[in-house]
């Protein structure tokens, strides 16, 4: 083996030690690492106690009532779900049956009151034409399913 | 009779690769323009609105390609490093030195439109996620890398040791694509991708490859020029520069 090799060789052996090492924190670091917590993790006592934190998933159709600028609605993992409060401003994407984000506090009453709203988009872009034929295809399904 | 048709140690020598680069660069220039022309009317014209976003998502043909440029510039940086530092050629180097600065372009270019789409879709100009925050790691990594090497005067001692930051750097790269995987995150997982069919209209997935074609060629552009800089500057005394300037 000529020494060129053995120097390839070794830096392929400490990225290899790196990667596991990094591997390793990242892995130990987990639950440090999410951006929010879902109803169901909340309701299994992960989610940290009388500290804000965010909670994520989507908001549950027909479940968006207002009061003035204060806006209820319920947050679904479609398993468990939560009552969030929140006075302000909802971002354009707030829609309901779609992503969000929420930060704040769990009230004692089990009510989930946020400071911020943010609106979780999904990877898919299609024109509104796609998107109704989309919507109308599982319409199509649901019906032919009952 | 020689096994390969091109003799790949010859281009590893400044003194032949520095004619080359000259050569090739017009060619890339050109590319460049001409696919950034067609991919931003492409995007911008052709490409039909987001159901979701409307005229908004249109920023994803500069956000995803220079994402995309800014994890892979890394990715050959730790690759010219890793054989500068086995091979001890002296090309590697300069070549890692000259590719930093658009890399650092790229990761900055996407953190910004980045905020810029932020703010109307999510709510937030900015959010602690992982997607996000790795990114801007990546971006720390560049200005890390091109301040470490502006701070030793020695050449070879520079690129020493940069190529060990540039590799030991390059492990926050698969960590910035898999993030939306892994963990919970604001930021959307990836619509391209090599183990499902794009979750977008073709058009608008044309518009973006496109782009990323013209970041591509701008990339070599500049790692071509740049690197030409850094030969002359580094060979000044040595015959073939005196002679090379000479003309």
């Known amino acids: 083996m000529k ?13 290899a030690v790196l990667g596991v090492a990094a591997a390793l924190v990242l892995n130990a670091f987990r639950s440090n690492l999410v951006f929010f917590y879902t109803p169901t993790q909340i309701a299994n006592g992960e989610a940290p106690k009388n500290r804000a934190f965010r909670i994520g998933g989507l908001v549950k159709s027909g479940s968006l009532k207002r009061d003035g600028i204060t806006a209820h609605f319920i947050v679904t993992d479609t398993a468990r779900e939560f009552t969030v409060q929140y006075t302000g401003i909802l971002p354009d994407l707030f829609r309901e049956g779609r992503g969000v984000v929420a930060q704040g506090k769990l009230g004692d009453n089990g009510q989930f009151v946020a400071t911020e709203v943010l609106a979780k988009h999904d990877e898919n872009y299609m024109p509104p034409e796609a998107k109704n034929a989309v919507e109308q295809a599982q319409k199509a399904a649901k019906t032919l399913k009952q | 009779m020689s096994t390969s048709l091109i003799n790949w140690f010859k281009f590893a020598s400044p003194a032949s ?17 001409l696919l950034a022309a067609a991919g931003l009317w492409v995007g911008l014209a052709v490409a039909p609105t987001d159901a979701q976003q409307g005229e908004g998502y249109r920023i994803i043909f500069v956000h995803v390609p220079a994402s995309w440029m800014s994890m892979f510039i890394y990715c050959i940086m730790a690759f010219w ?30 953190l910004w439109t980045g905020s810029l789409w932020g703010k109307p879709m999510w709510g937030a100009w900015w959010v602690w996620d992982a997607r996000l925050t790795s990114q801007l790691i990546l971006f720390f990594l560049y200005l890390g890398f091109i ?11 520079a690129d020493k040791a940069g190529a060990i930051l540039a590799l030991v750097g390059v492990v926050n790269v698969p960590i910035i694509y898999f993030s939306v995987q892994w963990w919970n995150t604001l930021h959307q997982g990836a619509s391209v991708s090599m183990t499902k ?33 850094i030969i002359l500057e580094r060979e000044l005394t040595s015959e073939w520069v005196k002679k090379n300037a000479m003309e």
């Open chain 2, 17 to 33: 690769f520095y004619p080359l680069a000259g050569r090739l660069i017009p060619w890339f220039a050109a590319a460049t323009l």
């Open chain 2, 197 to 229: 069919a794009p979750s977008m209209a073709h058009t608008m997935l044309l518009g973006m490859l496109l782009m990323a074609l013209a970041f591509w060629a701008y990339t070599i552009t500049m790692a071509l020029t740049r690197v030409r800089c």
């Open chain 2, 81 to 110: 490093s890793a054989l500068g530092l086995s091979f001890n050629t002296r090309l590697s180097g300069m070549m890692t030195s000259a590719l930093a600065p658009t890399g650092a372009l790229f990761a900055f270019l996407s």
């Open chain 1, 3 to 15: 020494p060129r090799h053995k120097r390839l060789l070794l830096i392929l052996a400490a990225l």
């Open chain 2, 147 to 157: 301040a470490l090497q502006a701070a030793i005067d020695d050449p070879r001692r």
